[in-house]
């Protein structure tokens, strides 16, 4: 008798982007004084000239809502990210975390220039980051209740711009 085992995956989901599944929001740091964060053809654009500062800015794939209580990512094994990078006075890095809901509910801050070297070339890039690698700050992040993506970098002098048009989870 021969017998077969059949694996069945989870499916890919998006979680926003700015062609068919366009509810979200966003938000700027508030120690940034000359930011700004939008949705722009199909993108969800931050732009800063900030000097000697943590430039931080999320954006949430469902609207604010205390009742939204986030999405289990542990299915899936990857975030994919679809950005990229421009202006005459880029970042050294771009970091990346997660966030579940409440103050500080963080996974660690993973850089992304490690991830894909041309990040900040200014075209478009497709990252692939394995949900394992963004782990848990501390306790009171819950990976099955995850409710946005937070980027972050420490800006000496800038001007530059993030566009991001795709945030996905990818099957497991």
């Known amino acids: 008798m021969i017998v077969g085992l059949i ?27 000359k930011a700004s964060i939008k949705t ?12 000697k500062t943590f430039a931080e800015w999320g954006w949430q794939w469902a609207p604010w809502s205390p009742k939204f209580e ?8 990857s975030l994919l990210l ?6 005459p006075k880029l970042p050294t890095d771009l970091l990346l ?3 579940s809901p409440g103050d500080h ?34 306790t009171k992040f819950d990976l099955t209740h995850t409710i946005q993506v937070i980027f972050g970098v420490w800006v000496e002098t800038g001007d530059f ?5 795709r945030i996905e989870l990818e099957g497991g």
């Open 7 to 33: 694996f069945v995956g989870i499916a890919s989901r998006v979680l926003w982007d700015g062609d068919q599944n366009r509810i979200g929001v966003g938000w700027v740091g508030g120690q940034c004084k």
């Open 40 to 51: 722009v053809d199909g993108s969800i654009r931050f732009h800063t000239t900030d000097p």
């Open 70 to 77: 986030g999405t289990d990512l542990r299915p899936y094994r």
């Open 82 to 87: 679809e950005l990229r990078v421009t202006g």
């Open 97 to 99: 975390s997660l966030a």
């Open 105 to 138: 509910h963080l996974t660690v801050n993973l850089p992304l220039l490690m991830r894909d070297p041309k990040l900040m070339d200014g075209s478009w890039r497709t990252l692939h980051v394995p949900i394992a690698d963004l782990k848990a700050r501390d």
């Open 161 to 165: 711009t993030v566009d991001l048009r």
